[in-house]
């Protein structure tokens, strides 16, 4: 149980252009889920909690207009990256907390979603 | 942002060793969390603790909530070449996971 996918794996795109990616939690729901970002040889940093039914709540120095998200539903949460520029190169990765239960903060994680922006 | 102090940073290490990596930091967590990621993968969760002094195995894994409720430590036992990848740590607080800087395994056959 307790699976996130996320589509597409990769995706590469021209600079200017917006990208959107897709984060499902396929057997369970999640009133919240959280995106990600890292970088090569370096961990995860939080962008951006994304709620189920009202605004997302984005971490310090994350641009809410560039990065887009919607919790479309309890198992569908997207980030769109706006106008990506090539410094938007990254790895994105989304998670989620199964709602039911004391999960005690366990976040399960998609399988990421590699960007290239030329 | 705020990151837990993971060490060591890498590992270079013979099939068949025992490993030991753990994280510390000056706040306190509800929640320790160990994660392994492999490359162009999303983090996959080995073990969950969640009272302070719990100890807990999985398989030739085995993880300690400190008793501060400040640190954690992941021992893998008897290392094998599949057990190559980035062991993070993370701790719950505030209703967000927070993670080390990784420890990244090395397995000689």
Known sequence: GAVVSQHPSR???KSGTSVKIECRSLDFQAT??????QFPKQSLMLMATSNEGSKATYEQGVEKDKFLINHASLTLSTLTVT?????DSSFYICSAPP?????????YFGPGTRLLVL | GQQLNQSPQSM?????????????????FNTWLWYKQEPGEGPVL???????GELTSNGRLTAQFGITRKDSFLNISASIPSDVGIYFCA?????????????ELSVKP
Not at chain 1, 83 to 87: G, K, N, Q, T, Y
Not at chain 2, 17 to 24: G, I, L, Q, R, W
Not at chain 2, 46 to 52: F, R
Request: proline fraction near 2%; hydrophobic fraction near 35%.
């Open chain 2, 46 to 52: 080995l073990i969950a603790l969640y009272k302070a």
């Open chain 1, 99 to 107: 709602t039911s239960g004391a999960f005690g903060g366990t976040q």
């Open chain 2, 91 to 103: 701790g719950h607080q505030g209703g967000k996971l927070i993670f080390g800087q990784g420890t």
């Open chain 1, 11 to 13: 995706v590469i795109c």
């Open chain 1, 83 to 87: 106008s990506a520029h090539p410094e």
């Open chain 1, 32 to 37: 919240t889920m959280f995106w990600y970002r």
């Open chain 2, 12 to 28: 270079f290490i013979q099939e068949g060793e025992d490993v030991s990596m753990n994280c510390t930091s000056s706040s306190i």
